[in-house]
């Protein structure tokens, strides 16, 4: 059975940091392409970073020298280091899994406001 748990949500203060983390289990993890997405209220989800099973990256326009993408194949688990936070940063985030197959996280609320 696969599961993808994201983790590390939460309330912070704009320019402050979280660490999001996304744990995999039920899949050959470092065959996998990893991304994460957000979601707001009415909008559709989008692309914040990806990181290919060979460690290459690419991140939204909005995020680039903000946030960090990263993978510990020997933990099944891919990092969302997220610096410099803003207002609109606040979402829901979710963690994708795509390979052969493509697998969702159930998502972690991150609320940036004072």
């Known amino acids: 059975q696969v599961q993808i748990v994201e983790s590390g949500g939460g309330l912070v203060q704009p320019g402050g940091s979280l660490r999001l983390s996304c744990a995999a289990s039920?899949?050959?993890?470092?065959?996998?392409?990893m991304s994460w997405h957000r979601q707001v209220p009415g909008a559709e989800r989008e692309l914040v970073a990806r990181?290919?099973?060979?460690?290459?990256?690419n991140y939204a326009d909005s995020v680039k020298g903000r946030f960090t993408i990263s993978r510990t194949n020997a933990k099944n688990t891919v990092y969302l280091q997220m610096n410099s936070l803003k207002p609109e940063d606040t979402a829901v985030y979710y963690c994708?899994?795509?390979?052969?197959?493509?697998?969702w996280g159930q998502g972690t609320q991150v609320t940036v406001s004072s």
């Open positions: 039920g899949v050959t993890f470092r065959f996998y392409d």
């Open positions: 990181i290919s099973a060979g460690g290459s990256t």
């Open positions: 994708n899994a795509q390979w052969n197959s493509q697998y």
